[in-house]
Each structure stands twice: as structure tokens, then as C-alpha cells.
């Protein structure tokens, strides 16, 4: 058995020029938009996802994939800054579906045509919440929970029982 020269079969991608970049951003947001439709997500949505995309783009002026969270910061920080917090949340989660797709499906590929190792800027610190936070609240235990009414002798976790979603029946017990 003689040794043979291994040749990658995927295709050379290398991109130099700004309309070569340009052109394989394009391919990207277009792949994205495909993906959402697919996954069965109403096109509202998916313009709601778009439209942020492009206008991060248009302010960062360079590939998305650039983005570095402090870049992020100054975009909500200063650009964005007036905005309602709902706004900023909505943006926000549309960035992070944007670059999930992009680490996800087109990581390897972007790094071989430019350098460059896609990760969102998106993280806990710089990710807007909308004026409350989105962490997980742990309650105390039973005998740390103060009485909700000293005189009627109601507690949380009796509240808590007798409350109940739209249509369904109360608990019994």
C-alpha cells in the first residue's frame, strides 16, 4: 500500500474582497431566514428577528461576526440607549437566535474564509432584561416564609394552593 496526498473536499472559501464578504453575509441572512420559516416560525417573527440583524450590521459597519461584546455594549449603551427596555429585550433576543445560527450551522466555514471565530457578543452581562431579572429565584424554605396574613392565619403556601390557571379546577385538599 503506497501513501496518496489527502485533499479537503469542501470548497476553498476564502474571502478578500468587501463585495465577496458582502455577498456571503447576504447567503447567511438568507440561510436564516430559510431556517426560521422551516422551524414553522410566523414571518412576523422572522422580521422581528431581521430587521435588528441589519440595523446591528448597519451601525457595527463591519461582518456580524466581528462583534465582540464590547462592541455590543456601546450599541445598547449609547446607540440604543433611549429605547424602551421591551425593545432592547426583543432586540436582544433576536441577536442571540442570529448568532446561535451562526456558531451553530456556520462557525467552521466562517472561520475558514476570514479568520475569524464566530461567538455571540451577547452574554449575562451585557444582555438587557427589561428592567427585571431573568434568573431563576429559589424560594426559602417552608419555615423561612413569613405568614402572608398574621390575623388570618393564611400563609404562602396556602395561597399558593388555592391559586390556578384559567379553565382549569381548583386544587382540592
Do not use: C
Not at 447576504?26 to 430587521?51: C, P, Y
Not at 451585557?126 to 431563576?136: F, H, I, V
Not at 413569613?146 to 396556602?158: E, L, N
Amino acid at each position: 500500500m503506497a501513501l496518496a496526498v489527502v485533499r479537503d473536499l469542501r470548497s476553498e472559501l476564502r474571502l478578500e474582497t468587501s463585495e465577496e464578504i458582502a455577498a456571503f453575509e447576504q447567503d447567511l441572512l438568507a440561510e436564516f431566514v430559510l431556517a426560521r420559516a422551516s422551524a414553522g416560525v410566523l414571518d412576523d417573527t422572522i422580521r422581528g428577528d431581521v430587521g435588528p440583524v441589519m440595523a446591528l450590521r448597519e451601525w457595527f459597519g463591519r461582518p456580524l461576526w466581528e462583534m465582540e461584546p464590547q462592541d455590543l455594549d456601546r450599541y445598547f449603551g449609547r446607540h440604543r440607549r433611549d429605547s424602551a427596555a421591551g425593545t432592547k429585550v426583543r432586540q436582544a433576543a433576536a441577536f442571540a437566535v442570529f448568532f446561535e445560527f451562526l456558531e451553530l450551522r456556520h462557525k467552521a466555514a466562517i472561520h475558514d474564509a476570514t479568520g475569524f471565530v464566530v461567538e455571540s457578543p451577547l452574554d449575562e452581562v451585557n444582555r438587557p432584561r427589561g428592567g427585571t431579572s431573568a434568573r431563576l429565584r429559589i424560594p426559602p424554605p417552608e419555615g423561612e416564609m413569613p405568614p402572608f396574613s398574621a390575623a388570618g392565619g393564611v400563609t404562602w403556601r396556602r395561597l399558593a394552593s388555592t391559586l390556578r390557571l384559567p379553565g382549569t379546577t381548583p386544587p382540592h385538599g
